[in-house]
Structures are given as C-alpha cells and as structure tokens.
C-alpha cells in the first residue's frame, strides 16, 4: 500500500494501514518537531532541532566526561585533606611560639638583679675591686662546679667535701672579711656553705653523693653565674687556690 | 622524588624537657629518644619534621630557640670535669 510520509512527504510502501512514517527516522523528527511548536510556539524545521539536540548532547556528554575527568581530581583532593591535615592548618595558623617556663624565671631574675646590683659589683676603690675580683674568680669557678655536678647522677664524698672545703675557705679569706656590705652574693654563699657542709655531714659514710638542687636554687646560681660571667673570666678549678694569698 | 622528611637530633637538658615536650606534643612532632645522659642530664631527641610545613618548622625554630637561650645562660663551654674544664 503507498502512502506519504507524515513528515517528509515522500511516497513509500506501507506494509501496515496505521504505518505514517516512511522511516523511524522521520518518525522521530516529526516528533521533535512537534515538540518544538509546544514548547516555543513556532514551527521550526525539525533538522535544526535534531542539530540542537545532537549538539546539546555533544555539549552533555562533554559536560559528563568532564564531570568525570575533574571529579576524581576534586575526591583526591579531598582525599589529600582528611580532617587531620585541615586540622593541622588550623594549627599552622593559630601557632604561637611556646616560650621555656625556665628560661623566663632566669630571663626575669636576670634582668630585675641587673639593674639593682650590676653596678655595685664595680668599686672606685682599687683595694676593694681587688677583692672583688678575686673572690668573683673563685665564686664564679666554684658556681660551675656546683651547677656541674648537680647534673650528674651523683660525686664522690671527696668530691664534695673538696668543693665545701673551697666555700669555707673563701669565706675564711681576707678578701671575702673586706668585701664591702652590699656584696651581693655574700648571704648567699655563706648558707650555701652551711648546705653543703649538710649534705657531707648527712652523708658521711657513703662513697657517693648526690647532689640535686631544686629549680629556684638551680636558677638562682644560673643567674648568678651569668653575672660574674660579664666581670670576671673563667679559671680552671684546679689552677685557683681558695686560701689567702 | 625528594624527600619532604627531615630529621634533627637535639640535646635537650633536663631543666628544658618539659618545655621542649610540650611544644612536640602540641604539634605532633614524630619523635624518638636516641640517648641519655646520666651524667650530664640531658636527653638526646630525633625529632622528625615535614620539611616546608610552616608549623613544623617554627616548632622547630621554637625548640632551638629554647635550646639556645638555655646554653647561653647555662654554658660557655660544654664541661667535662669540675676541675679542669
């Protein structure tokens, strides 16, 4: 049976009475074509529709293969910053320098004693900073030999009793008698001997002997040290002697 | 490929430990005690830090920093005998 294409309007053989369309392909531009009128309202050649949509579809299926190709990229980003790395940034941004409890208490008495006693550590009078100078050598050598061995796990009793010999003679001295009565570390140094010469009477039948001191101690000779560090040099222990000269 | 890891080995001194502890743990520094010294009083510490990680870095510029004020007040020369050092 011929009949004409609803859409193309060219004759072809029907097999079927209700066949309309010569082809599936007509079939479906006609189809398109109708659409196009309901949704725009004018009638426009179904080629240019199929055209549109084909390029539509070019245009999605670029967009999805793009999708796929930024998408893995965006999840290994993502997978790069798990929460432990952002939370690490957070930190990076928030960090503040952590100072030492320590080194702040030595700063602090450093700098509150530097202003009151630097000064009085420098005498006009020649005789006098004699004195100084010398009983600053020796308590200075005696300071890093205390603060030495505080830090090991223990001396020998001769040890301490060699270095608690050196304080009661400093103190014994001439030069220690002359000092004038602002000397700085002369309160200190007297009961410094009165603790060593403790711990050697408390520990007088061991071999070994430790000798901790406590923080405020630890700091106090710390500071001290760094005082006489700026007036007098540093001599060997060995090459000093404690009594008068 | 150049490897963003790095190491340092620290002497950390008793009196500081805490300090320097507590700036590894705050930012998860990866650490190992290496040494210790009995007698000097001090831990020998390798601290592993991500290399152009601004946090790891400044903690490590922290720590040295502590380290470094720590020696100038405590030291002028690494003792090894009371006697003769």
Same mark, same amino acid.
């Given at each position: 049976m011929i009949k004409t294409c609803t859409y193309c309007k060219k004759e072809f053989d029907a097999k079927r009475i209700d066949k309309n369309y010569c082809s599936a392909s007509c079939r479906q531009l006609n189809h398109l074509q109708r659409k196009?009128?309901?949704?725009?309202?004018?009638?426009?050649?179904?080629?240019?529709?199929?055209?549109?949509?084909d390029t539509l579809s070019e245009n999605a299926k670029t967009d999805e293969q793009n999708v796929k190709t930024v998408l893995p990229e965006v999840l290994k980003e993502e997978e790069q910053t798990p929460a432990i790395v952002k939370e690490k940034k957070e930190i990076e941004k928030e960090y503040r320098n952590m100072p030492s409890r320590f080194i702040e208490e030595v700063t602090a008495m450093y700098k509150s004693r530097s202003v009151k006693h630097s000064h009085k550590l420098?005498?006009?009078?020649?005789?006098?900073?004699?004195?100084?100078?010398?009983?600053?050598?020796?308590?200075?050598?005696?300071?890093?030999?205390v603060l030495f061995i505080s830090e090991r796990n223990s001396l020998s009793l001769g040890d301490l009793i060699e270095i608690t010999n050196a304080f009661i003679n400093l103190i014994k001295s001439e030069q220690f008698?002359?000092?004038?009565?602002?000397?700085?570390?002369?309160?200190?140094?007297?009961?410094?001997?009165?603790?060593?010469?403790?711990?050697?009477?408390?520990?007088?039948?061991?071999?070994?002997?430790?000798?901790?001191?406590?923080?405020?101690?630890?700091?106090?000779?710390?500071?001290?040290?760094?005082?006489?560090?700026?007036?007098?040099?540093?001599?060997?222990?060995?090459?000093?002697?404690?009594k008068n000269e | 490929m150049e490897d963003k890891n790095r190491f340092k080995t620290l002497s950390v001194?008793?009196?500081?430990?805490?300090?320097?502890?507590?700036?590894?743990?705050?930012? #998860?520094?990866?650490?190992? /005690?290496?040494g210790v010294?009995?007698?000097?009083? !001090?831990? @020998? $510490?390798?601290?592993?830090?991500?290399?152009?990680?601004?946090?790891?870095?400044?903690?490590? #510029?922290?720590?040295?920093? /502590?380290?470094?004020?720590?020696?100038?007040?405590? !030291?002028? @020369? $690494?003792e090894t005998d009371w006697r003769n050092s």
């Amino acid at each position: 049976m011929i009949k004409t294409c609803t859409y193309c309007k060219k004759e072809f053989d029907a097999k079927r009475i209700d066949k309309n369309y010569c082809s599936a392909s007509c079939r479906q531009l006609n189809h398109l074509q109708r659409k196009a009128v309901e949704m725009f309202g004018v009638s426009v050649k179904a080629e240019n529709v199929k055209a549109s949509i084909d390029t539509l579809s070019e245009n999605a299926k670029t967009d999805e293969q793009n999708v796929k190709t930024v998408l893995p990229e965006v999840l290994k980003e993502e997978e790069q910053t798990p929460a432990i790395v952002k939370e690490k940034k957070e930190i990076e941004k928030e960090y503040r320098n952590m100072p030492s409890r320590f080194i702040e208490e030595v700063t602090a008495m450093y700098k509150s004693r530097s202003v009151k006693h630097s000064h009085k550590l420098i005498s006009e009078d020649k005789l006098i900073n004699k004195n100084l100078v010398w009983i600053n050598i020796r308590l200075r050598c005696l300071l890093e030999a205390v603060l030495f061995i505080s830090e090991r796990n223990s001396l020998s009793l001769g040890d301490l009793i060699e270095i608690t010999n050196a304080f009661i003679n400093l103190i014994k001295s001439e030069q220690f008698k002359k000092l004038p009565e602002n000397y700085p570390y002369r309160f200190f140094v007297k009961d410094f001997r009165n603790k060593l010469k403790r711990v050697c009477i408390e520990n007088s039948d061991a071999e070994d002997v430790p000798l901790k001191l406590n923080r405020k101690l630890k700091i106090e000779l710390i500071v001290y040290r760094c005082e006489l560090r700026e007036v007098v040099t540093k001599i060997k222990f060995s090459e000093l002697n404690f009594k008068n000269e | 490929m150049e490897d963003k890891n790095r190491f340092k080995t620290l002497s950390v001194p008793l009196d500081v430990l805490i300090d320097v502890v507590s700036i590894i743990k705050e930012t #998860e520094l990866q650490n190992e /005690i290496t040494g210790v010294n009995v007698n000097r009083s !001090f831990i @020998e $510490l390798k601290i592993e830090y991500q290399n152009g990680l601004g946090y790891h870095q400044r903690a490590i #510029e922290n720590i040295e920093s /502590i380290l470094d004020d720590y020696n100038h007040y405590r !030291f002028e @020369e $690494l003792e090894t005998d009371w006697r003769n050092s």
